[in-house]
């Protein structure tokens, strides 16, 4: 079952990260006292996450989301560096051979992951960079960037959850099942991440992710 997959990458990622060492987070908070912040929202398929994002981002014209790269073929809709970066197999392996790669993942044989320099060149700048990726990819961006905010969005109830992924027009009907699934092993892993937010309404939702944000900046000025 793939949930002890997810289970585990949870469990397994904590454990890493606090064998890490109080040294090694201490450097690198230091080293990026400065930057604009890492910010991953995550949630089943259906949830809402993309609408949440673009809504935040029309508001906040500082922050900025992190295009993925994906071996998946683009769908008709899809624009090439906007909704993401569409690569080879083959330049996609290239890419985590070389170590270029925050996090990536595969789903159904296709590759998703996120480029480091991108996210750290845009941090540079003061930027505040949000990612929307997966459980799996949340906990590897953790182990690497213990600075980074981690953001889970959920439904208001399991039904209200089936009826958005059997409406979605971007999800094919033979996927529906193995997303219901996969949503409820995402789910089990909620509980690592910084803040839960139920997705009720957009405006509701976009003004609580506001305020995280916002008030982790102050968190952030504070300890300089």
């Not at 809504?55 to 769908?75: D, F, G, I």
């Not at 060149?121 to 997966?134: A, F, P, S, T």
């Not at 529906?176 to 509701?204: F, P, S, W």
Request: charged share 25%; proline share 4%; aromatic share 10%.
């Amino acid at each position: 079952m793939m949930s002890l997959e997810y289970i585990h990458a949870c469990r397994n990622a904590t454990a890493y990260n606090f064998e890490r060492g109080y040294t090694m987070q201490k450097e690198y908070l230091n080293k990026i006292a400065e930057y604009g912040q890492l910010i991953v929202v995550s949630g089943p398929s259906g949830v809402g996450k993309k609408t949440i994002i673009r809504e935040y981002l029309k508001e906040h014209p500082n922050a900025v989301r992190c295009t993925s790269v994906t071996t998946r073929p683009q769908r008709p809709n899809e624009e090439d560096g906007v909704d993401y970066y569409f690569v080879s197999h083959e330049e996609f392996d290239q890419l985590i051979r070389s170590n270029q790669m925050l996090e990536w993942g595969y789903y159904r044989r296709n590759g998703y992951g996120t480029i480091r320099n991108a996210v750290e060149q845009l941090r540079e700048k003061g930027h505040n960079v949000i990612l929307d990726i997966d459980v799996v990819g949340a906990m590897k961006v953790r182990t690497v960037c213990p600075d980074a905010t981690l953001v889970f969005l959920i439904p208001p109830s399991w039904e209200d959850l089936e009826v958005r992924i059997h409406k979605s027009n971007f999800i094919p009907k033979e996927e529906i099942a193995d997303r219901l699934e996969i949503a409820k092993e995402e789910i089990l892993c909620a509980e690592q991440y910084d803040y839960v937010l139920i997705n009720d309404t957009v405006e509701n939702t976009v003004r609580r992710l506001g305020q995280i944000i916002h008030g982790n900046r102050y968190s952030r000025n504070s300890m300089k």
